[in-house]
């Protein structure tokens, strides 16, 4: 059985009411250093209230734990899945000053007056002057900072990119209809990041406080009222580098099954069988690429309120269930279901899950029950093991029929009583690790019973380390309105710095509207191309799928969709990546030019991967934008072809057709020549877009492919990964391939490929590969746009093409 630990906090007012700051001062700075020494690799410090226990996980890792002095605690990750390795480390004590150092973090610990302060490669991170205070009821841990820092992080939130001067709760809950303002959402995690490149996790699911600096007193105060105080003090020696440390720590996304990175056909929510088949043929008819449909609430129930944990078909709406998700299949085409974790009174599961014992209970262990808006319920125990195996065996057998994925749904838990007792604790105790053991029952789930499927685990709430389950999250139920889709942007990239790089929103909004605002709606389904999921999703009132829109609408939706899936091999390398770093999907502009301080609160724009920067259109009836472009490169219109060079603003006109979006000079694109269902992807045929900059001697770009549903391909070696460099000089561009590594039963790609080179000024005297000249009917050369498009053919595992500006 798991261990868990309880979190209560009272507001720091009262705290400080209570507790004056010079008691709590008092507190800290007459803590006294009594001795030090290393037991098993780890570094124990007494002091005169408890003991200190700092281990290093690796270099950049560092993680500090006290004991109070007669304080029995619980003690248990839920974030970290990293396994300890030796680290090297000297210890040394001079004077009054003693000193940890590593190959990277460094941790120097004053005796008198008692202080801790973390170093990377010299450089000071932070310091904890106040450290571990107690009161009566509570715990703090108080960090000190540096004044200019820019901070991120505590979840999802909508605050500004610069996070410092909230005081954030910690306490996952859903705000509906949000728009330019949110101080407390779905994901509430205890983690901040700053602008000095390095990150701290409070280790504790438990609910809580995050002030980052409410007092403009330099300090970072993590509350908790129970559980042990711990942190961890990750450092990087850059942005990417910090993201890969975090990640490591917490966990890596595996790679979703290829078709999650496809059009979906959702919204809440689709009453029948009839209905639901109804939507997916009109998606055929008119042309559009779908690769899922959702089925909202209705599939257990005829109406909202009252159903909630039947956990079955409804067969009066769903007739045969079984049948239909076979006939989507055969098209390509998921079927996910909407599950939450309640179990209603009036349920058909209710007596079930009372027999079973799988609920939430009172103090005196019988079920607890109370009302919220779907009716009188219980809450399934999900940290209790007998709980888990009962959920998931509902979820293999609905998988058994043909389910292909799963919503998890209020899974906060939308309505949590603090009364509510858990196997290991109290709702409160447990609270932000709900979504996150939720998502893990699945996960090991599938891994257990149907181990050659990637799962798709969509979750509206989860913790730090939920991505190593596979988890989905989104923006919860954003507001449809033009407010609600400024945030979006600030959200996925503060997500995509905490691990959760597959954040995204309901596209076109979710919540309220009378009437659709084709603007809005065109806008926020152009931005979806360059987010993790594509996913337009809404209230019923209002049709969320571009097939029900008036056909102007309709057609830009659909040539988005169409570049989403063109650019399918980009955006799945993407993933790859994101696997094996943790960098994020959606990276912010700052982690290319980290020395331009303007651009660390700066989400106008964003990179989409290393290629593309994209810069949402936010505002109605606008026609034009000012964006930035990063300064040591050039920057190319994807649409117009019009070459920009980086390190300064423009202002970009404005067309109802698309978004603003640049492709920096360099970049290797790969794209699809059509769009299609993802069950049609193959890299036999392929287009390679390769954007050049004169001014960049030399590139690299790897593209990296499997079959996109056995898990775990990478490790298993069933995959191929195809290597291009690009080399500039006075003479030529040369672009080389080669197939480096490929293995496993994956069945290789023949790689056919149609280079189209962009950026050529002047016609090619000629154009060789492999050492022979190619006839000039395989390849063009338009003087107006300055692309040049070569038939490669297939050459094999290695080619060379020149593109000979001049002749000798």
Not at 235 to 252: K, M, P, S
Not at 278 to 288: D, L, N, S
Not at 754 to 773: F, T
Request: with cysteine; glycine share 10%.
């Amino acid at each position: 059985m798991k261990l868990f630990f309880r979190i209560t906090c009272l507001p720091l007012f009262l705290i400080m009411m209570l507790f004056p700051n010079e008691q709590l001062q008092a507190q800290a700075s007459s803590r006294q250093f009594k001795e030090i020494r290393i037991v098993e690799e780890k570094i124990e410090i007494k002091v005169n209230d408890g003991i200190y226990l700092i281990a290093p996980l690796n270099d950049c890792i560092f993680h500090t734990t006290f004991y109070p002095e007669g304080k029995t605690l619980k003690d248990f990750s839920y974030a970290s899945g990293l396994k300890p390795k030796k680290v090297e480390f000297t210890l040394t004590e001079a004077g009054n000053n003693l000193s940890i150092v590593s190959k990277g973090i460094q941790v120097k610990i004053t005796k008198s007056p008692f202080s801790i302060s973390y170093y990377f490669n010299d450089r000071l991170l932070i310091t904890e002057n106040k450290g571990y205070i107690a009161t009566d009821s509570t715990y703090l841990i108080n960090l000190g900072i540096e004044k200019d820092e820019i901070l991120y992080g505590g979840g999802a939130r909508v605050l500004g990119m610069n996070r410092r001067g909230n005081r954030l709760k910690l306490y996952n809950r859903a705000h509906y209809g949000y728009e330019t303002r949110s101080e407390l959402m779905n994901y509430t995690l205890p983690l901040f990041i700053s602008s000095k490149q390095y990150a701290v996790l409070f280790d504790n699911a438990g609910t809580g406080f995050l002030d980052l600096d409410s007092g403009q007193t330099n300090d970072v105060i993590y509350e908790a009222a129970s559980g042990t105080p711990n942190y961890y003090v990750v450092a990087g020696t850059d942005w990417y580098n910090l993201i890969e440390q975090y990640t490591l720590l917490t966990g890596r996304q595996p790679l979703p099954p290829r078709w999650a990175f496809g059009n979906f056909s959702s919204r809440f929510g689709y009453h029948s069988q009839a209905e639901t088949e109804a939507t997916v043929r009109k998606f055929f008819k008119e042309g559009i690429p779908l690769d899922a449909v959702i089925i909202d609430i209705y599939w257990f129930g005829k109406d909202i309120q009252g159903h909630m944990g039947n956990l079955d078909w409804y067969r009066d709406s769903f007739p045969n269930p079984e049948r239909m998700m076979k006939q989507f299949s055969k098209k390509g085409v998921k079927t996910i279901l909407v599950t939450e974790p309640f179990i209603l009174t009036t349920s058909r599961r209710w007596q079930e899950a009372v027999d079973n014992q799988v609920l939430g209970t009172d103090s005196g262990g019988k079920p607890y029950t109370y009302d919220f808006y779907f009716g009188n319920t219980g809450l399934i125990d999900i940290f209790k093991p007998e709980a888990r195996e009962w959920f998931w065996n509902i979820y293999k057998g609905l998988t058994q029929q043909g389910v292909g994925g799963w919503w998890g749904d209020l899974g906060e838990p939308e309505v949590h009583p603090a009364g509510l007792q858990h196997v290991n604790g109290t709702a409160d105790e447990v609270h932000n690790a709900y979504g996150h053991e939720w998502a893990g029952l699945i996960f090991e789930g599938y891994r257990r019973d149907f181990p050659d499927t990637r799962p798709f685990i969509l979750m509206r709430a989860g913790y730090a380390g939920s991505q190593r389950y596979g988890m989905i999250p989104w923006t919860g139920d954003v507001n449809r309105t033009w407010g609600g889709l400024i945030p979006q942007p600030e959200i996925s990239l503060q997500m995509g710095m905490q691990g959760l790089a597959y954040m995204h929103s309901d596209l076109g909004g979710f919540a309220g509207g009378d009437t659709i605002d084709n603007e809005l709606y065109t806008r926020w389904l152009q931005y979806g191309v360059f987010q993790p999921i594509y996913r337009p999703h809404a209230q019923e009132h209002i049709p969320a799928e571009p097939v029900f829109q008036k056909e102007t609408t309709k057609a830009r939706a659909k040539k988005a969709i169409e570049l989403r899936y063109k650019l399918l091999p980009y955006i799945y390398n993407m993933a790859f990546e994101n696997n094996q770093t943790g960098k994020p999907l959606m990276i912010p502009l700052f982690f290319n030019e980290p020395g331009n301080n303007q651009l660390l609160t700066y989400d106008s724009a964003y990179m989409w991967g290393d290629a593309f920067l994209v810069s949402p259109v936010k505002s109605p009836g606008i026609s034009q934008q000012r964006i930035y472009l990063p300064a040591g490169s050039s920057w190319t219109d994807f649409y117009s072809g019009e070459v920009h060079q980086g390190g300064k603003y423009i202002y970009a006109a404005l067309n109802p057709e698309n978004i603003p979006v640049y492709v920096k000079g360099g970049s290797f694109i790969p794209m699809m020549p059509e769009a299609k269902s993802t069950a049609d992807y193959s890299l036999n045929r392929f287009e390679l877009h390769y954007f050049a900059d004169t001014t960049l001697k030399t590139s690299r770009y790897s593209l990296y492919n499997d079959d996109g549903k056995t898990p775990y391909a990478y490790e298993k070696g069933s995959y191929e990964i195809a290597e291009f460099t690009a080399a500039e000089s006075d003479l030529s561009l040369k672009i080389s391939y080669s197939k480096t590594r490929a293995g496993g039963t994956f069945e290789k790609s023949s790689h056919d490929i149609m280079l189209i080179v962009h950026n050529i000024k002047e016609k090619p005297a000629g154009i060789r590969i492999n050492d022979s000249y190619l006839s000039p009917s395989k390849w063009d050369w338009d003087g107006n746009t300055g692309k040049l498009s070569i038939e490669t053919g297939n050459q094999g595992k290695t080619m060379l093409i020149e593109i000979i500006r001049r002749l000798y």
